[in-house]
């Protein structure tokens, strides 16, 4: 997958088949921070693109060099038995219910609707199951959080996002191999920041080092494309990014696209927030092999998400997250304590190559997140789709480093595979190194005084009960 990856890099830079199209970049105003902000938008001007969240997890990539010209429409979903349920295509999934929770007034109304849908038949008895737990669970947290609406945002986010997934219930909604955010007639992104925003404990969230994410802003604008590679902790990962950027960079935030896994896209508690996030849509390798009948349908349509991102690359100014370890953050096993998961070699070269080869100039950035307490995984990683869900109110926090050259790390290297590893270890370890100083900063309460030469910590917002040093104030 290393010199065959070249070519067909090679073979994607050269082909004629690709459309540039000329990319717009749109700044809108700072999102409300109340929780209640409506979520139905009036259509966008006709030449409008929608703009952007978990979570994202690696992928295994298979060369080829067949044509890229022909269509890469995708159909992403789980196996099901004959009339189950029906799939309809993206566009034409509803955009208005029944309104069986959206009409709920109260705690009591929420949990006779969900009992109500499944003696209809019209609700699975398992998603009901999992609805009725991330309310209550949901309700706690809020709670928790000590904001005097507590009970009006959780009824005002939990009937949506049930509605929500009552919609895709009924008809499920599929993705493209690249996905873009849906917002309109449903503004699925601002449902997304609304219903974690009450999650983030903002006193105590951190950013690192600012500095370098507006130099990237300046990257975008002048046509060079940004690829994070990143460790990965939660399905809330791109609702936790964009919270702390929002205020700041919005452009930004709205824009970026997600390496997406295919549980985030087929659990029907997750799909509500990945529809309002842009996605390149892939199968996770750590769950490749799980069925071996749909090994070889996985690696052609990781193929196919291959081909999309290539087409994005060559188009510059684009902003792509991806989580190289093949998924979300776990406890160490002798300590309990949270660490980034390794990095796999394979896919930091793998996407290192393809930026190489896109055109634009490319800059890979390592980014540091620290967020599992607010939604952590669960503690292994599980075949089957439908993970209890624990919601907690936390702090959280982002870091990025300066970018790291391929050239200047392996040019001591005395072979291809010894500069894939030693580049791959560079990039993990400034992730770790970041990853520990958040830590220090939220989890060993020392705040803006975790600070180091190399992350410098700021608030990602002013707070009127902020109390502490002076900072940098975003």
């Given at each position: 997958m290393t010199d065959s990856f070249a070519k067909y890099a090679s073979h994607i830079n050269a082909s004629n088949c690709y459309r540039h199209k000329k990319k717009t970049m749109?700044?809108?105003?700072?999102?409300?921070?109340?929780?209640?902000?409506?979520?139905?938008?009036?259509?966008?001007?006709?030449?409008?693109?929608?703009?952007?969240?978990?979570?994202?997890?690696?992928?295994?990539?298979?060369?080829?060099?067949?044509?890229?010209?022909?269509?890469?429409?995708?159909?992403?979903?789980?196996?099901?038995?004959?009339?189950?349920?029906?799939?309809?295509?993206?566009?034409?999934?509803?955009?208005?219910?029944?309104?069986?929770?959206?009409?709920?007034?109260?705690?009591?109304?929420?949990?006779?609707?969900?009992?109500?849908?499944?003696?209809?038949?019209?609700?699975?008895?398992?998603?009901?199951?999992?609805?009725?737990?991330?309310?209550?669970?949901?309700?706690?947290?809020?709670?928790?959080?000590?904001?005097?609406?507590?009970?009006?945002?959780?009824?005002?986010?939990?009937?949506?996002?049930?509605?929500?997934i009552f919609l895709d219930v009924k008809e499920p909604f599929v993705f493209e191999p690249h996905h873009k955010a849906k917002r309109e007639p449903f503004d699925y992104y601002m449902f997304g920041q609304n219903y974690i925003r009450p999650l983030v404990d903002f006193k105590h969230s951190y950013v690192g080092n600012m500095p370098l994410f507006m130099e990237m802003e300046e990257q975008l604008k002048q046509g060079h494309n940004i690829i994070l590679m990143s460790n990965h902790q939660s399905?809330?990962?791109?609702?936790?990014?964009?919270?702390?950027?929002?205020?700041?960079?919005?452009?930004?935030?709205?824009?970026?696209?997600?390496?997406?896994?295919?549980?985030?896209?087929?659990?029907?508690?997750?799909?509500?927030?990945?529809?309002?996030?842009?996605?390149?849509?892939?199968?996770?390798?750590k769950h490749m092999l799980d069925d071996p009948e749909l090994i070889d349908m996985k690696r052609k349509a990781n193929t196919r998400s291959l081909k999309e991102m290539a087409t994005l690359l060559r188009s510059g100014s684009q902003i792509i997250w991806i989580a190289p370890s093949g998924g979300r953050d776990r406890p160490v096993s002798d300590s309990g304590e949270w660490a980034p998961a390794p990095f796999d070699p394979s896919s930091v070269d793998n996407m290192r190559r393809l930026v190489e080869h896109s055109g634009p100039p490319g800059h890979i950035y390592p980014l540091a997140i620290l967020c599992h307490d607010i939604m952590p995984p669960p503690l292994k990683v599980e075949k089957e789709i439908g993970e209890k869900r624990v919601i907690s109110f936390h702090g959280a926090g982002i870091s990025v480093a300066p970018e790291i050259s391929f050239s200047n790390v392996t040019a001591a290297c005395e072979n291809p595979e010894k500069a894939k590893d030693a580049y791959t270890k560079a990039l993990y370890d400034s992730v770790t190194e970041q990853y520990d100083v958040l830590k220090s900063a939220i989890h060993g309460k020392k705040g803006l005084e975790a600070s180091t030469p190399v992350v410098s910590l700021s608030k990602p917002r002013k707070l009127k009960t902020d109390t502490q040093k002076p900072c940098m104030i975003l």
């Open positions: 749109f700044i809108f105003s700072t999102p409300s921070s109340s929780p209640s902000t409506a979520f139905f938008s009036p259509p966008r001007a006709s030449n409008s693109k929608p703009l952007l969240s978990i979570s994202s997890s690696n992928f295994y990539l298979r060369s080829s060099t067949s044509s890229v010209c022909s269509s890469t429409s995708l159909t992403f979903k789980i196996p099901r038995k004959p009339k189950e349920s029906y799939l309809v295509s993206a566009n034409m999934t509803s955009s208005v219910s029944n309104r069986t929770f959206l009409n709920a007034q109260n705690e009591q109304d929420v949990l006779s609707g969900i009992k109500k849908e499944v003696e209809a038949g019209t609700l699975p008895p398992a998603v009901a199951a999992g609805m009725e737990e991330v309310y209550l669970n949901y309700k706690s947290a809020v709670i928790k959080s000590g904001d005097p609406k507590a009970d009006e945002t959780v009824l005002s986010n939990m009937t949506a996002l049930l509605d929500r399905e809330a990962d791109p609702a936790i990014i964009a919270l702390l950027l929002e205020v700041r960079l919005p452009t930004i935030v709205e824009n970026m696209i997600y390496v997406a896994g295919d549980r985030v896209i087929t659990d029907p508690l997750c799909k509500p927030f990945s529809i309002g996030r842009n996605l390149i849509c892939v199968y996770s390798k």
